[in-house]
Nanobody, 122 residues
């Protein structure tokens, strides 16, 4: 099993900043990717930002230029710096880790954090 412990989140005014962090532990083979998704009640969970094993990053169009995803040197903690927050960024943010096991067949498994609320007031 893999455990993901999230921190950060909270209430901020529009234009403000927040930082989320997520630390992984447990039965990790290779972290194929790690990042953040968000979900609003009644809507699908969507990718916000992700960093892959090679260090490449992916961002939702809605957060490009405002959010930055990064990881520590051990590559087991991923952070999301969120600047210029907007009310539409309000959601529950979930840390995600895609675990990869290489072998005759490559095997992937996704793990999720418990979620942290981000609320941006106008």
């Amino acid at each position: 099993q893999v455990q993901l412990v999230e921190s950060g989140g909270g209430l901020v005014q529009a234009g403000g900043s927040l930082r989320l962090s997520c630390t992984a532990s447990g039965s990790i083979f290779t972290i194929d990717a790690m990042g953040w998704y968000r979900q609003v009640p009644g809507q699908q969970r969507e990718l916000v930002a992700q960093i892959t094993s090679s260090g490449s990053t992916n961002y939702a169009d809605s957060v490009k230029g405002r959010f930055t995803v990064s990881r520590d040197s051990a590559k087991t903690t991923v952070s999301l710096q969120m600047n210029s927050l907007k009310p539409e960024d309000t959601a529950t943010y979930y840390c995600n880790l895609r675990n990869r096991r290489d072998g005759p067949l490559t095997w992937f498994q996704n793990y999720w954090g418990q979620g942290t609320q981000v609320t941006v007031s106008s």
